[in-house]
């Protein structure tokens, strides 16, 4: 498969809403141990939250090294 087809390809896109932040960074955690240890391979995670002053922090994997980029799922993980 050339890079071009891999670019083209159908993507899938999960979210998770979380009410509890804790909960979802546990999750993240996991999430991206399992793609360290390539057990998945995903493009991208994001971890969403919105702080009790109501900003939102955005923490994500497209800087990281280590982390597989050339699967066709990405996550997201959101807590309000």
Known sequence: M?????HDANQDL????Y?????????W???KNLTTEGDIKVEALA???RDS????HVKDTTNESGLERS????AALWSA
Not at 2 to 6: A, T
Not at 53 to 56: F, I, P, T
């Open 2 to 6: 050339s890079d071009k087809d891999k």
């Open 71 to 74: 699967s066709a799922a990405s």
């Open 14 to 17: 999960y979210v998770a809403a």
């Open 29 to 31: 955690n996991a999430l």
């Open 47 to 49: 971890l969403v939250n």
């Open 19 to 27: 009410s509890d932040p804790g909960t979802a960074e546990e999750d």
């Open 53 to 56: 002053d109501g900003k939102v």
